[in-house]
């Protein structure tokens, strides 16, 4: 599959998530939002902001343990860091921040 966005045609694999996460920009993030009918506010690019910084220092999409505890304790969400990084990606963590934050669909760890 591809998307299209400022005049450029994005690969994605059959579930839409991007095959080269070099792709990945706020743009494409934006379509790829727009597709899972999620409209983005401040914590959720502040999640995909942290998200992009691990993937570029490691060369892997995070584990959501990770992000959950970089809402608790960066950004200071606590106890409440795993309920609300649900309800920001109510549809799971890997569906929509990961495919929305330009990682490849991870298959290797536990999602939860």
């Not at 792709?23 to 992009?52: K, T």
């Not at 960066?74 to 799971?92: D, K, N, S, V, W």
Request: with cysteine.
């Amino acid at each position: 599959m591809v998307i299209e966005v400022d005049g450029r045609t994005i690969n994605t694999d059959d579930e839409g998530y991007l095959v080269d996460p070099a792709d990945w920009n706020e743009q494409v993030a934006e379509e790829l939002a727009r597709r899972e009918s999620l409209p983005v506010g401040r914590l959720h690019w502040q999640v995909i902001a942290f998200m992009r910084r691990y993937l570029d220092r490691r060369q892997i999409a995070p584990d959501a343990r990770h992000v959950v505890r970089h809402l608790a304790e960066e950004l200071g969400l606590g106890e409440q860091a795993r309920t609300r990084l649900f309800e920001l990606f109510p549809y799971g963590y890997v569906r929509q921040a990961c495919k929305i934050a330009g990682m490849r669909r991870p298959r290797a760890w536990s999602t939860g």
